[in-house]
Nanobody, 121 residues
Framework: QVNLVESGGGLVQAGGSLRLSCVASGSIFSINDMGWYRQTPGNQRELVASVTSGGNTFYVDSVKGRFTISRDNDKNAVYLQMNSLKPEDTTVYYC???????????????WGQGTQVTVSS
């Protein structure tokens, strides 16, 4: 019933910028952490950035100073502004949200469908 839809991926030259968006919809009572992951060359899923409901942020070292995560609680949305992109950033990016669908229910992890980011040299 809960759906996370991503947008904003595409092809860009090195040094360029992209803004990824992720909007959650459906039966949502509350959302805790939200974040962005990406597929690594070893086919693992790496946490790139996250933001708590209170606005505290985390970034993996490789993107610090280049990427900015933000959220809009009224829209149930999370964004990733990616600047100074490098070819090494090329991969599939996934958004994630930890949320409850009811007040007394459990918190579950929900995932977006993934969006391709390609940075050419």
């Amino acid at each position: 019933q809960v759906n996370l839809v991503e947008s904003g991926g595409g092809l860009v030259q090195a040094g360029g910028s992209l803004r990824l968006s992720c909007v959650a919809s459906g039966s949502i009572f509350s959302i805790n952490d939200m974040g962005w992951y990406r597929q690594t060359p070893g086919n693992q899923r790496e946490l790139v950035a996250s933001v708590t409901s209170g606005g505290n942020t985390f970034y993996v070292d490789s993107v610090k100073g280049r990427f900015t995560i933000s959220r809009d609680n009224d829209k149930n949305a999370v964004y990733l502004q990616m600047n100074s992109l490098k070819p090494e950033d090329t991969t599939v990016y996934y958004c994630a949200a930890d949320l409850k669908t009811t007040r007394l229910g459990r918190t579950y992890r929900y995932w977006g469908q993934g969006t391709q980011v390609t940075v050419s040299s």
